[in-house]
């Protein structure tokens, strides 16, 4: 497969489409991360169909101080993981084809939940997020587009816009791919030294513990609901090598359906723990939150949730989290 590179939309329009039509938006510096996404993309596009990678830097998610003329640009790498991971074309268009006439005055808003966590840090952000994905998807025309779950709140505006706004696309989310150490992939580890990195990795090592923490108590809560909360239930705990006095979980399973407060406190710890490292991580937020709004789970909530952290090492600002199952109280 030869992948084509494009720098119009009329290009992109020019070509012949069979089958369906799969994107995957980048800012280009591709990895591995990337790489997953399209290679998902070609699963779902199937052999009859087509795959379209855009990479274009958008100038109007950027704030006052942030990295857009650092933003690495690598077209000639990009092209090749593209190509090996099965896409059928690159779209790499120009400021002036994106935006042409300059910034837009029409922008999407992305309401309350642009300005929760993410969005508090970086305002207005969000909205030129979702002013360009709303342009790529208008240039690009695809059936499906795919987003990575690392960037979470992104990728529920984007599900949020195609649905409030009727976007004829399917919104498909793709697991954070992550290094042998756990950290979440991104063009930005480049950044690190090898210090930064020892410390970047309390930010994964803080959702793990709560996602740990999470699992226990659920098991736990699994556990008073199977075994009643008798004499015969300690002996019960006791016969697969726990002590009695783990029978009196039982009443704190069923106190703290499913424990928000001892997800953040795990990995709160963790991140308590990394401020003594050298550099010591400056902490932007840890939430845990409602991906339907970003707002913060209460103690009695059920269903998914995520578990967000952002921080910044160095001069290098990082982001991550992972998605949880609270179950219904027993």
Known sequence: MTTALLRTADELH??????????????????????TLIRTAREIAGDQGEVVVTVFVNPLQFGKGEDLDRYPR?????????????????????????????????????????????????????????TVVAKLLHLTRPDVALYGQKDAQQLALIRRM?????????????????EEDGLALSSRNRYLSPQERRTALALSQALFAGRDRHAAQEALRARAREVPATRA?????????????????????????GGPAGVRAAAR??????????PPPALDYLALVDPSDFTEVGEDFTGEAVLAVAARVGTTRLIDNIPLIFGAAP
């Open 14 to 35: 020019a070509r012949v489409r069979d089958g369906r039509r799969a994107v995957v938006m980048t800012m280009g510096a591709l990895h591995e991360g990337h790489a």
């Open 74 to 130: 690598t077209l000639d790498a990009d092209l090749k993981i593209a190509e090996e991971a099965g896409a059928d074309a690159v779209f790499a268009p120009s400021v002036d084809e994106v935006y042409p006439g300059g910034e837009p005055q029409v922008r999407i808003s992305a309401g309350p939940m642009g300005g929760r966590l993410e969005g508090a840090t970086r305002p207005g952000h969000f909205d030129g997020m979702l």
């Open 162 to 178: 195609a649905r409030d706004l009727n976007f004829g696309v399917e919104i498909v989310g793709v697991p954070t791919v992550r």
């Open 233 to 257: 239930r300690a002996e019960a705990l006791s016969a697969i090598g726990e002590s009695r006095a783990a029978a009196d979980a039982h009443a704190v399973a069923k106190s703290v359906p």
């Open 269 to 278: 710890l963790v991140l308590d723990e990394a401020a003594r490292l050298q």
